[in-house]
C-alpha cells in the first residue's frame, strides 16, 4: 500500500499551498521552501477557495506538480458548537474547490490535511486508521469531523477513479508559532496560554477551566506535522489516512499545570464540570508515519515555552 520512492515528488516540484497563512499551512510552507520547492500561495483576498470555479481557473494557470490543502475553518468547543454550519460547509465546499482543481489542472500529487475529530468518540487506543467510521463522533464537533471525513472519502473516490496519486493526513492537535489566540475561537493550548498570562498579569488568584481536567490529549509542535508532510510527499502512496502524533498524550490537568509553570502564574487552577469535556481520550497510533522514517523532534514543554515566547513578543510589537 506504501511507496518508498523519491519519484512521488520531484525535487524542483512547484507545490501550492492552501492556507499558507494558516498555523499548519505556514509551517508547511516553511518546510517545502527550506527543501527546495518552488511554493506558491494565494492569500484569502485574492482567491476564495471556497469558489469553485476562480479556484479552479487558478490551479489551470498555476499548473503546479502538487498540492497540500491545509486550509480550513478551524476552533476550538465553543467555535464548533456556536458556528456548526459554517465548519460544515465552509469546509466541504473549500475541499471540493481544491481537490477538483487540483485534478483538472493536473496536480500529479496532492495531500488533504485532516484532523483525529474524524475518530470515533470511544475508539480504542491508540487510534489506528482503520477505526475510522467504526462508530459515532463526538457532537461538539461533528459537522467538522464529518467535513473532513468527506475530505478522505473524496481522496479515495479520486484515487480509484482516475488512478489520482493523491493522500491524506490526520493530524493530532497542533500548536506552534503562528497559532491562533483568540479566546472565542483557539483551541486549548493558545487559550491556556493567553488565560494564565493574563491572570498573571491581572493578579487573579485563580483561572477556571471548563470541563474536568480529565481527558487526555496529544499535542504536536506544527513544524514536526510540517516535517511529516515533507516525508509523506515523497514518499507515500497509499488509499488510507495516515495518523500524526506524538505517541504521548497527558491530561488536560497536566497541561494546565505545565502552562502555568511556563507563563510563571502564581495563582490557583479550578475547574467547572458542568462545562462539556468532549472526547476523553484522543492518542493517536502513528505506527504507519513511523515506518517511513518520521519521529516528531521538538519536546511539548520546549515547544509551549517558545510559543510563549513569540506570542509575547508579537503582543508587544
Partial sequence: MTQTTHELLPETARIFVAGHRGLVGSAVTRRLAADGHEV???DRDELDLRDAARTESFLRDVRPDAVVLAAAK???IMANSTYPVQFLEDNLRIQLSVIAGAHAAGAGRLLFLGSSCIYPKLAPQPIREDALLTGP?????EPYALAKIAG???IRAYRRQYGASYISAMPTNLYGPGDNFDLETSHVLPALIRRFHEAGESGAPEVTLWGTGTP???FL??????AACAVLLRSYD???PVNVGCGEDLTIRELAETVREVTGYPGRIAFDATRPDGTP???LDISRISALGWKPRIPLRDGIAAVYAGWRAGAAA
Avoid: C, F, Y
Fill in 40 to 42: 506558491v500561495t494565494r
Fill in 74 to 76: 478551524v476552533g476550538g
Fill in 137 to 141: 463522533l463526538e457532537p461538539t464537533n
Fill in 152 to 154: 478522505i472519502t473524496q
Fill in 216 to 218: 487526555r490529549r496529544e
Fill in 221 to 226: 509542535h506544527v513544524d514536526d506535522l510540517a
Fill in 238 to 240: 497509499g488509499d488510507d
Fill in 281 to 283: 481520550r484522543k492518542l
